[in-house]
């Protein structure tokens, strides 16, 4: 018996468990991860070039706060809490957003906001890219952490849509013209 490599031994015990496992693939509903939200545009207005988009959600907070906003986004990008400007990007960038440590994440840009108790309607208006079309955001806590007493959601809203954080709306003709309020 003539001895076998370290790798030949990896080699045969890795051959073995992928010939002998079954793998199934399954559709499964996007998850909160770390209380960030994804809003896809590319995914909900896909083809949908040369547009404009909006997403609706209701911040609930427990009570009158003041708190940081994270936020990440691909296209043009305004955002209004309450109806007041928050947030203005101007330009489509790429992706930025970085765990530095478990759970506590730096986005690109990050702003402090004023919730009031109870429902607080977030409007985000976004101008279509060629791909990699989304926003990222989160509310902060004071360590960096999501802020557990806010929630995204819809539900008890005029759309009522149990189990979903955002309502979709558009696509809407582009126009290269100057950003309105």
């Known amino acids: 018996n003539a001895q076998r490599s370290p790798m030949s031994i990896a080699r045969s015990v890795a051959d073995k468990i992928i010939n002998d496992s079954a793998f199934e693939f399954e559709i499964v509903p996007q998850v ?12 909900v207005f896909s083809g949908k070039k040369k547009s404009v988009v909006y997403a609706l959600s209701y911040l609930k907070s427990d009570a009158d706060t003041t708190a940081s906003f994270g936020f990440t986004s691909t296209g043009k990008t305004k955002v209004w809490v309450n109806d007041s400007l928050i947030f203005s990007q101007y330009e489509a960038r790429s992706a930025e957003i970085r765990e530095i440590a478990y759970d506590r994440f730096l986005f690109r ?3 402090r906001i004023h919730l009031s108790k109870g429902r607080n309607k977030i409007l985000v208006k976004s101008v279509s890219k060629s791909k990699d079309w989304f926003t990222l955001m989160a509310v902060l806590n004071e360590q960096g952490l999501s802020e557990p007493a806010v929630g995204f959601s819809v539900q008890d809203s005029m759309f009522n849509l149990p189990g979903e954080s955002w309502v979709y709306m558009g696509p809407f003709p582009f126009s290269d013209a100057p950003p309105r309020n």
């Open 109 to 111: 840009d990050t702003i």
């Open 32 to 43: 909160r991860y770390a209380g960030i939200q994804l809003i896809n545009f590319e995914q």
